[in-house]
């Protein structure tokens, strides 16, 4: 009889520039990649590992050596491959995406159909990506603004000494709508309030994660006054966590990598809509064979923001297009990516 079979590597793949937030600034990304194979299949999928999220290369393989698959008699039972795979060890949630990624991938193959169609989805309902821009001097961000050119909408880094010099920069630059991230970096409300006044004004459209995630009653009376959608990023992983932002935020910004796969996410989206939630779709720096899998699903989002690939100074996957300004999912069966440059075992 078939055999789940689980492979998995990983990398420190260089970023194409310096990446700059309100707390930390970094030049290469770990990932660790999977593959999981039954019968002729091959799923793929990543867990990438921001260094302040606390997952590591060395835990997300000891996590997987730790796995038994030997139950496993039928890989399309998504519910209890998740059910497994989730009950196993608490955390892990990147490691445990990279597993959701790479089962979905393989059903969908077994199926013969894109993973959209797994989800019932129309992947042209799929909103334009935003390009993130990190915090930057002058004029390193001046060298970088033409990279924005593809992109209908502009995310940018703030929480720095600078947010307006940036913001006006930009604006001298393009007048392409904007939206900003903090990072957590405001910490007095009121101060918050006149900023996102006076963002509105320059064509920002959100503002994502102002202050830190801790943050109640200011972040309440913050969304009460706010005039653009606030949403949370920090403040959420998993969907035990959507039904405290009702009340704190506008909406959610959704990650594969946080909430352990696009099984998760998907309840995620559907529990933010039943409760009036706007739905970001988001990412980590990432391949295109993560960033594929959250494509999959944009069509349900109102904003994506799906550019961690364009982040790596090479891509060890492909497949995956751009036009418009849309990330666009293959019609191939399954995620519709490939490695390039990656060795797997047959
Ligand atoms: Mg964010």
């Known amino acids: 009889m078939a055999q789940l079979r689980l492979q998995f590597q990983s990398h420190l793949l260089p970023l ?80 445990k995406a990279a597993l959701d990624i790479a089962l979905h991938d393989l059903h969908a193959k077994r199926l013969g159909v894109p993973l959209y169609t797994l989800f019932g989805l129309n992947p042209s309902n799929s909103p334009t990506s ?47 709508p904007l939206s900003v991230d903090v990072n957590q970096g405001w910490r007095d409300e009121k ?4 900023e996102i006044f006076w963002l509105k004004e320059q064509g920002v459209i959100y503002v994502e994660q102002p202050m830190p995630k801790e943050t109640t009653h200011a972040m309440e009376w913050l969304t009460e006054q706010s005039p653009l959608p606030t949403i949370a990023d920090e403040a959420v992983q998993r969907l035990v966590d959507i039904p405290s932002l009702v009340g704190r ?3 959610v910004n959704i990650k594969l990598m946080k909430c352990t ?9 559907q529990m933010a809509r039943a409760l009036e939630l706007k739905v970001m779709i988001g990412c980590m720096t990432e391949s295109s064979c993560g960033i594929a899998a959250a494509a999959h699903l944009s069509a349900l989002a109102d904003w994506v923001d799906l550019d ?26 399954g995620l519709g990516v490939r490695p390039n440059g990656l060795n797997w075992d047959d």
């Open 249 to 251: 935020y506008s909406g």
């Open 261 to 269: 796969g696009l099984r998760e996410a998907f309840a995620m989206i």
């Open 191 to 194: 101060k918050a309030l006149d």
């Open 130 to 176: 935003s390009y993130t821009i990190g915090i930057h001097p002058k004029n390193e961000l001046l060298e970088i603004l033409p990279e924005t050119e593809a992109f209908g909408l502009i995310k940018v880094k703030l929480g720095g000494d600078s947010d307006r010099e940036t913001i006006q920069l930009i604006r001298d630059y393009t007048d392409k």
């Open 16 to 95: 194409a520039h310096t990446f700059t937030l309100s707390h930390s600034s970094r030049t290469h990304t770990p990932i660790t990649f999977v593959a999981i194979q039954w019968d002729e299949y091959t799923g793929f999928g990543e867990a990438a590992m921001p260094p302040y999220l606390g997952e590591t290369p060395e835990s997300s393989e000891r996590f997987y050596a730790s796995l038994d698959f030997s139950w496993v008699d039928d890989p399309g039972d998504l519910a209890s491959l998740k059910a497994y795979i989730d009950a196993h060890a608490a955390g892990h949630t990147a490691a």
């Open 308 to 333: 961690g690939h364009f982040l790596l100074a090479k891509d060890p996957y492909v497949g995956l297009g751009f036009n418009g300004g849309v990330v666009q999912v293959s019609n191939e069966p």
